[in-house]
C-alpha cells in the first residue's frame, strides 16, 4: 500500500532549465509535504514543504504546487544546476498523528547536464 | 557541528547474526526516528521515539526488530537473526519536536548487507 508515489524514476533537464519533479498521494489525511534531496552516501536533507493550507510555497528557485483535489504534488526548478543533480524524495505527515513521521515517495534521480 | 552521527557506517553480517545500529541525535532534539531505505525504494518509516519512549513502533517489520533510546539520547537499533532481506540502508533522523516534520534532520545511514 503506497500511499506516497513518485512514478518517474528518473529525470533528465539541461542545465538553466525547468526541473518539475511530480508526486502522488492517496491519504486524504495527509496535512504537510516536504521535498527532501539525497545525495549518495548521505542522509536526506530538508528542502522545501508546504502546508494542506496552502496551493504553493516558494524558496529561492524551488517551488512547491499543492493540488489537493488532484493529490498531487511538484517540485520546480528554476533555473536547475548540475549540483541539483541528486535523489528528490516526497515525504508527507499527517499531524494530527502527533508523531511527525514521514511517509516518503521511491524518489526522483534527478540528472542536471551542463 | 554535530550533526547527527551514525556507527557503523557499513555492516556485513552472516545470515542469522544480530546486529547493532547505533544513532547519536543531534544535541537537544527530543524525537527521534528510524527509517530504512532498502534497494530502489524509499525511505520506510520503523519506529519513532519522544524522549526515552516509543509512542509509534508500527513500522517495526517483525518482532526480530527492536530499538532502545536511553538517557534522551542515543539510540540503538537491535535486529536479531537477520535475514538476507534486512539488507538496506538505516537511516535515523532527529528533530527538536514531532509537531514540525520539516525540522527532521538525518544521519548518513547504516548500510549493513546480510549474506
Known amino acids: 500500500d503506497q500511499q506516497v508515489k513518485q512514478n518517474s524514476p528518473s529525470l533528465s533537464v539541461q542545465e538553466g532549465r525547468i526541473s518539475i519533479l511530480n508526486c502522488d498521494y492517496t491519504n486524504s489525511m495527509f496535512d504537510y509535504f516536504l521535498w527532501y534531496k539525497k545525495y549518495p552516501a548521505e542522509g536526506p536533507t530538508f528542502l522545501i514543504s508546504i502546508s494542506s493550507i496552502k496551493d504553493k510555497n516558494e524558496d529561492g528557485r524551488f517551488t512547491v504546487f499543492l493540488n489537493k483535489s488532484a493529490k498531487h504534488l511538484s517540485l520546480h526548478i528554476v533555473p536547475s544546476q548540475p549540483g541539483d543533480s541528486a535523489v528528490y524524495f516526497c515525504a508527507a505527515s499527517d499531524r494530527s498523528g502527533n508523531t511527525g513521521k514521514l511517509i516518503f515517495g521511491q524518489g526522483t534521480t534527478l540528472q542536471v547536464k551542463p | 557541528g554535530a550533526g547527527v552521527s551514525q556507527s557503523p557506517s557499513n555492516k556485513v553480517t552472516e545470515k542469522g547474526k544480530d546486529v547493532e545500529l547505533r544513532c547519536d541525535p543531534i544535541?537537544?532534539?527530543?524525537?527521534l526516528y528510524w527509517y530504512r531505505q532498502s534497494l530502489g525504494q524509499g525511505l520506510e518509516f520503523l519506529i519513532y521515539?519522544?524522549?526515552?519512549?516509543?509512542?509509534?513502533k508500527s513500522g517495526l517489520p517483525s518482532d526480530r526488530f527492536s530499538a532502545e533510546r536511553t538517557g534522551g539520547s542515543v539510540s540503538t537499533l537491535t535486529i536479531q537473526r537477520t535475514q538476507q532481506e534486512d539488507s538496506a540502508v538505516y537511516l535515523c533522523?532527529?528533530?527538536?519536536?514531532?509537531?514540525?516534520?520539516?525540522?527532521?534532520?538525518f544521519g548518513p545511514g547504516t548500510r549493513l548487507l546480510v549474506l
Open positions: 533522523a532527529s528533530s527538536s519536536g514531532p509537531y514540525r516534520a520539516e525540522t527532521q534532520y
Open positions: 521515539f519522544q524522549g526515552n519512549s516509543a509512542p509509534d
Open positions: 544535541s537537544g532534539h527530543t524525537a
